[in-house]
C-alpha cells in the first residue's frame, strides 16, 4: 500500500503560479510511476503529467506544455508540478497519482485532492 497526501492548491490569478506537492509513503519501493491528474466540474479526470521512476520520458498533457513541469526529490518520494502562467480553464481538484506493484499488475493510489482556481 502507497499513501499520498498532497499540498500547495489554492486560488491565483491568471498567468499566476502555484507549486503543488506530493508525498508517498508505505511501499514506496514498488512505485513504477508517480503524476498527477485533474478533474474539472462536469468532467472526467485526465493526466496533466506522469513522471516514470525508470529511463522512460515525462509525459505531459498537451494544454500544459511549456507551462507546468513535474518534478521529483529523489532523497524522498515526493514529487511536485510547478503550475505557470494559469489560467481559469486549469480550475481543477488535482489528485496526486501513484501505479505500484508488479509491471504485470500495477495498480493505482490517488491523495485526497487538492483544489486549484483560477480567477480571470
Known amino acids: 500500500q502507497v499513501q499520498l497526501v498532497e499540498s500547495g492548491g489554492g486560488l491565483v490569478q491568471a498567468g499566476g503560479s502555484l507549486r503543488l506537492s506530493c508525498a508517498a509513503s508505505?511501499?514506496?519501493?514498488?512505485?513504477?510511476?508517480m503524476g498527477w491528474y485533474r478533474q474539472a466540474p462536469g468532467k472526467q479526470r485526465e493526466l496533466v503529467a506522469a513522471?516514470?521512476?525508470?529511463?522512460?520520458?515525462?509525459t505531459y498533457a498537451d494544454s500544459v506544455k511549456g507551462r507546468f513541469t513535474i518534478s521529483r526529490d529523489t532523497d524522498k518520494f515526493t514529487i511536485y508540478l510547478d503550475m505557470n502562467n494559469l489560467k481559469p480553464e486549469d480550475t481543477a481538484v488535482y489528485y496526486c497519482?501513484?501505479?505500484?506493484?508488479?509491471?504485470?499488475?500495477?495498480?493505482?493510489?490517488w491523495g485526497q485532492g487538492t483544489q486549484v482556481t483560477v480567477s480571470s
Open positions: 513522471m516514470p521512476f525508470g529511463d522512460h520520458p515525462i
Open positions: 497519482n501513484a501505479y505500484v506493484g508488479p509491471d504485470s499488475s500495477l495498480t493505482a493510489s
Open positions: 508505505g511501499a514506496t519501493f514498488s512505485i513504477k510511476v
